[in-house]
Nanobody, 125 residues
């Protein structure tokens, strides 16, 4: 059974950091594109970051560039999202996703078919 399980969310003050984890089971992470998305209450799910299965390059939404870093540890079948300099507008449920879609299609949530259950991040003082 293909599965993704996120963890690491929580309450953090503005300017703080969190590291989210996404553990994959039932498939080899090395052969899939992986992305992080987030969804704030009342808003659509938006793409945050992406790792390509082709060349392991990463892409980020403009809103998180320079603050978030996505990386993976294949030996642990885990993908991480290191989030620094967090802002209140980063508050959302964060989800990881896996698929074999074309790299250029990564930012559209409708293109992804395997999702984790999500982990909540609250940035507040």
């Amino acid at each position: 059974q293909l599965q993704l399980v996120e963890s690491g969310g929580g309450l953090v003050q503005p300017g703080g950091s969190l590291r989210l984890s996404c553990v994959a089971s039932g498939f080899n992470l090395a052969y899939y594109n992986i992305a992080w998305f987030r969804q704030a209450p009342g808003k659509e799910r938006e793409g945050v970051s992406f790792i390509s299965k082709i060349d392991y390059s990463t892409n980020y939404a403009n809103s998180v560039k320079g603050r978030f870093t996505m990386f993976r540890e294949l030996a642990k079948s885990t993908v991480y999202l290191q989030m620094n300099s967090l802002k209140p507008e980063d508050t959302a449920a964060y989800y990881c996703a896996a698929d074999l879609i074309h790299d250029d299609e990564w930012a559209d949530a409708n293109n992804w078919h395997l999702w984790g259950q999500g982990t909540k991040v609250i940035v507040s003082s």
